[in-house]
């Protein structure tokens, strides 16, 4: 059984900033990418960063030059630093582990960019 365990939303002004936080634990064999999401109510989830087990980084454009993702010491770990937040922003944030064969996700994590 794989879990993954997400952390750090919150709520945080225009132009603040958040670390959001994942932690896969588990049988997990051969990660092949970990991939941030996020989803506002009524809409498609969609990707805003992604790295893979090389390290090699993707970006939603929208969120491109402002948020970084990065892996942790411990690899089955994968942060998302959002800077320069923007009311338009505010999503629920979902970690996803894709295992090629498989994929996982956490449970969400609400962040809220408002004034």
């Known amino acids: 059984q794989v879990q993954l365990v997400e952390s750090g939303g919150g709520l945080v002004q225009p132009g603040g900033s958040l670390r959001l936080s994942c932690a896969a634990s588990?049988?997990?064999?051969?990660?092949?990418?970990m991939v941030w999401y996020r989803q506002a109510p009524g809409k498609q989830r969609e990707l805003v960063a992604r790295?893979?087990?090389?390290?090699?980084?993707e970006y939603a454009d929208a969120v491109k030059g402002r948020f970084t993702i990065s892996r942790g010491n411990a690899k089955n770990t994968v942060y998302l630093q959002m800077n320069s937040l923007r009311t338009e922003d505010t999503d629920v944030y979902y970690c996803?582990?894709?295992?090629?064969?498989?994929?996982?996700w956490g449970q969400g994590t609400q962040v809220t960019v408002s004034s």
């Open positions: 790295i893979t087990s090389g390290g090699s980084t």
């Open positions: 588990g049988s997990i064999i051969g990660i092949y990418a």
């Open positions: 996803n582990l894709d295992l090629g064969v498989a994929s996982y």
